[in-house]
């Protein structure tokens, strides 16, 4: 006993002393409360939790590489790698234009071994030529040139508004020649950070700088002519729409401005006021919502630019995967902005068939003297009802009516990217994609599809080649679009169009009983056809990308493929929340599988409706159940608040109808 007490009386002071010596430390020790900022930044220390969090992951693209966050807290999209590269090619080929007006030659890596091989001249002849070129020039008469990741005083000033990771730019750097700088800029301070590192990962900061900033602010404060940048890319989460009306100021005479637009609900027409609210158009549901929604980016930036006495012309206009991609110059004159009435329209859409007629704002016409008249445009092109139909029209637009693409520029873009194959992972998409866009014709906006022809009138579908054929029999023109894979782009009047389904159909009867009166279809296929289409198959009506079988229309790239998440700063945790939820949102409109079993027991607690007409031969066999009613059915039944009804057995069924009835 006294050994025990002794024991205890220790453990009690060694506790004490132990508690004592704590409180005396703590009391040395600076109290307040933990620093948010360090908490925030990472710069405290929390055990493995932090360290897992902390962790990154590093991607290679093209020339760059980058160190990005493995949680969602800086945006990253690998699908968009088609994207970065037709960038980089058409940046290049602007800054080979915009500098050789002024003396200078790129050098863009692999053109030149290329080239050797194309040109039909041996080395050593091409060595001689060179050795006298130069020997006859004077020394200060050399031709001046800009490589890739060199300095030119007199090249371009990129700005990239919303930079992220900074892949972009640093890409920009690595593998465009011709630039004086890049600005990436971004308004989060983790994105900043983070570009930073980038930046010093790659050897750029003599090109790149990185700059926190909300893009309008730094757009607006370089309004004046001599701090514009050359080339201006949007590529924000969602709608570009916000950073507009900043960019068309800040981007210098004819310089290059680049947006991405990934809100396609809104330009597809699921919205339409969310759409005029945004791009100050109505978007319409149409087979032919991608060039629409492509049309309706250019109207609106044309229609800031024209605040401002500017306007657009289009360079390329692309629809891919989940965005459209749009590239125009920008230039200043006021003549020039009074013809952006005429290049706007109106669209009319019938809702039975589909046909489309497009109504332009204004007129210009020529006037005496060499000069240009404009006015307002007369109309509608239409009546009230659709010709072909009977149905009423949807009217949508403002659009852009003229061409969308400057066919000289995606040529020269093209021709760089064949003759140098190796520079982006992707150029066999950007050759497929670009030889459609050169097939397209330029004066026919937007298109029909073969589904929507056939689907219209119920009939079976033609192949492409036979309708292509038909078009091109009645003296027609016709071409593909690289915004849809079935696209029946021509200048046929829609009287012809449907004139050349009614004779397919004539080939492919449809079984008229079975159409409405009121129906589209019934009402088209009343009428005589007055053109005879012939279906044989042209040999112009196969197009040169189809028969080369180039790479036109990308299938899904990857699992789960779309428009990722927005960055946010929860880090890891608020991924993988986002990522549960996904899961349990997968196919939540669908409603799961019933089982047999239960299945037939729900049904039988509704009676046949048929055992009691006398009509049911099913017997046991039956689903629906055959029993009479209960006693207090039939009670309720009596009620003087229900009326009264009968229920009797049919004769012959088996069943007994109950005591003292035969």
């Known amino acids: 006993m006294p050994r025990a007490r002794i024991g205890l009386w220790l453990s009690l002071t060694l506790r004490s002393t132990r508690s004592l010596c704590r409180a005396g430390f703590m009391e040395g020790q600076p109290q307040g409360p ?24 590093t991607v290679t693209e093209g020339a760059a590489k980058i160190a990005f966050p493995s949680a969602n807290e800086v945006f990253y999209n690998p699908v968009q790698e088609f994207n970065r590269d037709l960038t980089c090619a058409v940046i290049t080929e602007f800054a080979r234009i915009q500098l050789g007006a002024k003396g200078i030659q790129i050098k863009v890596p692999g053109e030149k071994d290329v080239q050797k091989v194309v040109v039909d001249l041996s080395e050593q002849e091409e060595e001689k030529a060179e050795l006298k070129k130069g020997a006859n020039l004077a020394p200060g008469d050399q031709p001046r040139t800009a490589a890739v990741g060199e300095i030119c005083e007199e090249g371009l000033r990129v700005l990239e508004g919303l930079a992220a990771s900074g892949l972009r730019s640093i890409r920009f750097a690595r593998e465009v020649p011709g630039l004086q700088s890049v600005v ?67 981007v210098s005479e004819g310089g290059l401005l680049c947006v991405t637009c990934t809100d396609m609900a809104v330009l597809a027409g699921n919205s339409g006021e969310t759409c ?9 549901k149409s087979r032919a919502c991608h060039e629409m929604a492509l049309r309706i980016v250019l109207h ?78 007369c109309g509608p092109p239409i009546g009230p009802d659709c010709e072909h139909c009977g149905q009423r029209h949807q009217l949508g637009g403002p659009l852009w009516a ?21 520079r982006f992972h992707t150029s066999e998409r950007i050759q497929g994609v670009l030889s459609v866009i050169t097939e397209e014709l330029p004066d026919v906006p937007l298109y029909y599809t073969l589904d929507q022809l056939s689907s219209t009138i119920r009939c079976s579908t033609p192949s492409l080649l036979q309708l292509r054929s038909a ?7 016709v071409s593909l679009s690289h915004a849809c894979k079935n696209a029946v782009k021509t200048d046929a ?49 196969n197009p040169s990308s189809r028969q080369r079988g180039l790479k036109r229309f990308q299938a899904n790239p990857e699992a789960n493929w779309g428009p990722r998440p927005r960055a946010r700063p929860g880090g890891k945790a608020a991924g993988e929340a986002m990522e549960e939820r996904r899961r349990l949102h ?57 009326p009264k009804t009968s229920y009797q057995n049919p004769p012959g069924s088996g069943v007994a109808a109950g005591p003292g009835v035969d």
């Open 402 to 422: 003229e061409p969308i693409h400057d066919l000289d520029f995606v040529g020269r873009v093209l021709q760089a990217v064949s003759t140098n194959p190796g």
């Open 34 to 57: 933990p620093n948010p900022a360090g908490m925030e930044n990472g710069t405290e220390p929390c055990g493995e939790e932090r360290a897992s969090e902390a962790q990154e992951t």
């Open 184 to 250: 990436a800029n971004d308004a989060s301070a983790r994105a900043v950070d983070l570009m930073c590192r980038n930046v010093q990962l790659n050897a750029v900061a003599h090109l790149v700088h990185p700059r926190q900033a909300d893009a309008r602010m730094l757009m607006y404060q370089h309004q004046r002519a001599s701090e514009r940048f050359d080339v201006i890319d949007l590529d924000p989460y969602g709608s570009p729409a916000p950073f507009l009306d900043a960019a068309v100021q800040a």
């Open 300 to 377: 609106s930036l044309d229609l800031r630019a024209n605040c401002y006495q500017r306007f657009v012309v289009p360079l390329l206009s692309v629809s891919a995967d989940f965005y459209v991609r749009v590239f125009v110059r920008v230039f200043t004159g006021q003549a020039k902005v009074k013809a952006s009435a005429s290049k706007q329209a109106l669209v009319f859409q019938c809702v039975g068939c589909g046909t489309f007629h497009l109504q332009r704002l204004g007129k210009a016409s020529g006037a005496s003297g060499g000069r240009v008249k404009f006015s307002a445009a």
């Open 493 to 541: 009047p829609s009287s012809a169009l449907w004139d050349i389904m009614r004779c397919w159909e004539k080939e492919c009867p449809v079984k008229r009983e079975r159409l409405s009166e009121a129906s589209p279809a019934f009402r088209i296929l009343s009428v005589e056809p007055r053109l005879q289409a012939n279906f044989a198959v042209r040999d112009d009506a």
């Open 276 to 284: 005029y609210s945004k791009y100050g158009a109505m978007a319409l």
């Open 471 to 477: 078009l091109l029999h009645a003296g027609f023109r």
């Open 586 to 642: 997968q196919n939540k409109r669908k409603e799961p599988a019933e089982d047999p079993v239960q299945r037939a027991a729900r049904l039988k607690t509704f009676p046949c409706k048929r055992f009691k007409e006398g009509t049911c031969q099913r017997g046991d066999q039956c689903c629906y159940s055959h029993s009479p009613p209960a006693p207090e059915d039939t009670a309720a039944a009596a009620s003087p608040d229900h």
